[in-house]
């Protein structure tokens, strides 16, 4: 069967900016333009007259971010979020309108404070991508003709075979050298590498701490976003600490090909969150792939999608506690966890996820859109 993705224009409609970490639909739009015209459009800003761009992506002339203002000021979407979606669409229509007469396929990666339906959007083909749950998300279509999510507490909350599960993926940066490179050779100074916002919610810091605290040989390296919000006492006391561990290296926000490259030099990696089961489940991170890619042991809190795969060391739902023990463990008996045995398995896994894989099974399901999921599911 032919790849449905090919020669055509898509359009991604994003909650997010291109100008921002990237995540999952920046990703799809990346892939997607190496064998298709793609408008990654960004959500509206905000100021006193109607204004609208479309600019080439650097290096890649198949991709182009469009970005437009609206003549509303910012606070309307939330004190009067029907007006709000009203005037969005209005102009977004009239955006649409003047960049392409019509496209093949639209992507709606969750633009819940812009609009409620896709039906305004001339597009052969649409598909509404959920990726994150939270406790009003609604189990409608969104005048979508396919409904995709990594979650499957999503999934769950539509008819059998109305939703379909569909991983994280595994960006090109990570896949490069997963493919190249299944050397390890242990750091004289362990070290243990965490991804991801520190000021998330979700976030186990207490657990995290003691970590620290009773590893002290270990270099812990954290990557991501390390801006605190210092009205709460929580991130100002976790800031605190992280500035004065003496063996935590924060890293900060790198691109996607320094944070790859980074990785390399990891001898373990380490996930820790505590859900609330409203608007975060510990079912999936987008961390885990990238993780998994460099073949080295993960140690984790209970997440869900993995809890048969034996791919990490997992703590029980939630006992976050016996994360202490988990590490400590993995430490003594690294050399076992990162045999070649196990990073062969952990880079496979994650090279059947990449974005180019996952495009594969979107492009069946478009094509097979009431048949039954594909069993790539590990």
């Known amino acids: 069967m032919d790849h ?13 900016p291109w100008n921002y970490l990237f995540i999952s639909k920046h990703h799809y739009a990346r892939e997607l333009s190496k064998k298709n015209k793609v408008f990654y459009v960004e959500p509206p800003s905000h100021g006193k007259n109607f204004a609208w761009s479309c600019s080439e992506e650097v290096d890649n002339r198949q991709l182009r971010i469009v970005t437009y203002t609206i003549p509303t000021p910012g606070w309307l979407r939330f004190k009067l979020p029907g007006l709000y979606k009203i005037i969005v669409k209005y102009y977004l229509k009239k955006v649409m309108e003047r960049l ?10 969750g633009c819940y404070q812009q609009f409620d339906s896709l039906d305004f ?93 009773r590893n002290p040989s270990v270099e812990f390296h954290f990557f991501g976003s390390n801006k ?31 944070l790859a490259d980074a990785y390399d030099d990891m001898d373990i990696f380490l996930l820790c969150y505590k859900p609330d089961f409203i608007n975060y489940h510990g079912e ?32 029980p739902p939630d006992k976050n506690e016996s994360l202490i023990t988990i590490f ?23 090279l059947e996820n990449t974005y180019e894989m996952q495009l ?19």
């Open 4 to 16: 449905f993705f090919q020669n055509k224009v898509i359009i991604i409609l994003s909650p997010q």
């Open 100 to 109: 392409v007469s019509k496209s093949d396929v639209c992507f709606d990666f």
């Open 121 to 213: 959007i001339h597009a052969g083909f649409k598909i509404f991508f959920p990726v994150d749950d939270f406790k009003s998300l609604k189990a409608v279509d969104r005048g979508s003709d396919l409904i995709l999510t990594v979650s499957k507490n999503i999934q769950a909350k539509y008819p059998a075979g109305k939703c379909h599960f569909i991983n994280h993926g595994l960006s090109e940066e990570f896949s490069i050298r997963a493919r190249s490179n299944l050397v390890w050779e242990r750091n004289s100074q362990i070290r243990a590498g965490y991804s991801g916002n520190l000021f998330i919610p979700y976030i186990d810091v207490a657990i995290i701490q003691l970590i620290i605290q």
């Open 228 to 258: 605190p919000d210092f009205s709460l006492v929580w991130q100002q006391e976790w800031n605190d600490f992280l500035l004065n561990a003496s063996n935590v290296k924060l890293r900060g926000q790198l691109s996607v090909e320094e």
């Open 284 to 315: 999936n991170s987008h961390k885990v792939l990238e993780y998994l890619s460099t073949g080295k042991t993960i140690v984790s809190s209970h997440l869900s999608l993995y809890k048969d795969s034996h791919l990490m060391q997992m703590s």
């Open 328 to 350: 400590s463990d993995a430490l003594q008996n690294l050399d076992d966890y990162n045999s070649k045995e196990l990073r062969a398995a952990r880079v496979r896994y994650a």
């Open 360 to 378: 594969k099974r979107i492009s069946k399901l478009v094509s097979f859109s009431e048949g039954s999921e594909p069993e790539y599911e590990k």
